[in-house]
């Protein structure tokens, strides 16, 4: 497999978690928004559906290697933000510590993945 191939591929693994994400959150809207408003953020419907279009729409744009930096630069804030939304605050808090680091270390994989998008994407 060349290395095209290998980015290819990684893409396309990313793309497919960021899709996942927003389809699972599209379809348990009120159990998410419920989370969010536990957790005190603002605008917790607006901020769900935000999420679920920068997911979506940065989902789209890593499959297709179109404006990956600016797509890696939303994908990264989001993921920073969303881990300080909630499991950063849980781990914190004593809340399910072990599943919210567990989440924690996840999110921090994905930011070097996102990374490494930007790194091997020729520019």
Not at 11 to 32: D, E, H, Q, Y
Not at 33 to 41: K, P, S, Y
Request: aromatic residues 8%; proline residues 4%; positive net charge.
């Amino acid at each position: 497999m060349s290395q095209h191939d290998l980015f290819l591929v990684g893409r396309c693994l990313i793309a497919a978690m960021f899709i996942v994400s927003a389809l699972g959150k599209a379809a348990n809207w009120k159990p998410t928004v419920d989370l969010m408003r536990v957790h005190h953020l603002p605008f917790p419907s607006a901020a769900l559906f935000i999420s679920i279009i920068a997911e979506f729409t940065g989902a789209i744009f890593l499959l297709i290697a179109r404006f990956l930096y600016p797509t890696v630069g939303v994908l990264f804030a989001f993921v920073v933000s969303a881990t300080v939304a909630i499991p950063l605050q849980d781990a914190v808090s004593g809340k399910d510590r072990g599943n919210a680091i567990s989440i924690i270390g996840s999110n921090l994989a994905i930011l070097g993945a996102l990374l490494l998008v930007l790194g091997l994407s020729g520019r």
